[in-house]
């Protein structure tokens, strides 16, 4: 399999698929490369403010479209590959996006991020069925390519990211949970190699996730994040939730893997030694401090004031090679993982 140097190394990319196109006009581009009997999803973007996985993504296409035919990694797997599902929310966050280098900026982050609601957001936006009309058009040009071939995907990868945690989170398939053992050691490893944390916190099944190890959950599925909301009297964000692209690929048949990374575009400081586990509402609260200084930018205070409290609080952007040497990690070891079963 292809090793993280050298899914960065440079070269062209063929012209993608034109495979439908965004609400606004903008075309979805897709590739696919190889002839192996197993079929491999990788798609990123899926949340408009997540650009990491976009970015690995347009690499990996870059290095598979590189290597002669008669290569492993293309007589084994067959490959599906959409860098960015979403180019109307890349759009929307090229404010900050597009100045991205090897970290994010995390002012111009806080002051231009655009992230879609329930009802917009694609992850939970698959259709229902091939006649669910009302999903959106990004969503369903996905799932009719996905349909255009008949061999079910042996592994699916939804590359995310998080706003702020102690470290990355990975987040796998609740049939292949007892199967996991490899991936999630593998995966570990790498995390502590490069000298990170994992994000560890046990939701206890709310919205779906059910801790699996340190730094490792169950992915979350539309009925229980619907239920979440259903069981606060919240019916009409309920409604909003359809499937995910995990479970629309899992439709498709057979037992694939689905998998997902959750990378930190910033670090929040480490613990103490002795301190408590992180919890979801630590996260929250996070998450609630890094609103209220977006809204005192967007209101005209003053950036630098902003970025020495940033500072301050001892938040680090985590460098996005690190990120992308991450998800690929969790990318190869679901690959071998299959392979190996």
Aim: charged share 25%; hydrophobic share 40%; aromatic share 8%.
């Amino acid at each position: 399999m292809l090793n993280f140097e050298s899914i960065l190394a440079n070269g062209a990319a063929p012209p993608g698929e034109s495979i439908g196109r965004s609400r606004d006009g903008r075309p979805i581009h897709a590739w696919r490369f190889g002839t192996g009997p197993r079929r491999v999803s990788l798609l990123a973007g899926n949340h408009a403010d997540e650009p990491v996985g976009p970015r690995l993504l347009a690499h990996v296409v870059r290095a598979l479209a590189a290597l002669p035919p008669e290569h492993e990694a293309l007589t084994t797997w067959e490959w599906w590959i959409i860098p960015h599902t979403n180019p109307d929310g890349a759009a929307a966050n090229a404010a900050w996006t597009g100045s991205l280098g090897e970290a994010v900026d995390p002012v111009r982050y806080l002051e231009h991020v655009v992230r879609e609601l329930p009802g917009d957001d694609l992850e939970f936006g698959f259709p229902r069925d091939v006649d669910d009309h009302e999903a959106r058009p990004e969503a369903r040009a996905i799932d009719a390519w996905w349909r255009s071939s008949p061999k079910p995907f042996a592994l699916h990868a939804s590359l995310h990211g998080m706003s702020i945690a102690r470290g990355p989170w990975f987040l796998l398939d609740a049939a292949w949970a007892d199967r996991s053992a490899p991936l999630r050691e593998r995966c570990a490893q790498e995390v502590a190699r490069l000298g990170y944390l994992l994000h560890d916190v046990d939701r206890g099944g709310d919205k779906g996730f059910v801790r699996i190890g340190p730094g490792f959950s169950t992915r979350p599925d539309s009925r229980p994040m619907a239920q979440y909301f259903r069981d606060r009297g919240d019916h009409a964000t309920a409604a909003l939730f359809r499937p995910t692209s995990m479970e629309a690929v899992r439709r498709l048949g057979g037992d694939p893997l689905t998998l997902v990374s959750e990378m930190p575009l910033l670090l929040s400081p480490r613990p103490e030694p002795g301190a408590p586990p992180e919890t979801s509402e630590d996260l929250r609260t996070q998450r609630d401090r890094l609103g209220r200084w977006g809204a005192r930018l967007r209101s005209g205070a003053d950036e630098h004031e902003i970025g020495r409290e940033i500072a301050a609080a001892g938040l680090v952007p985590m460098p996005i090679p690190d990120q992308m040497r991450l998800q690929w990690a969790l990318v190869t070891a679901g690959i071998d993982l299959v392979t190996s079963t």
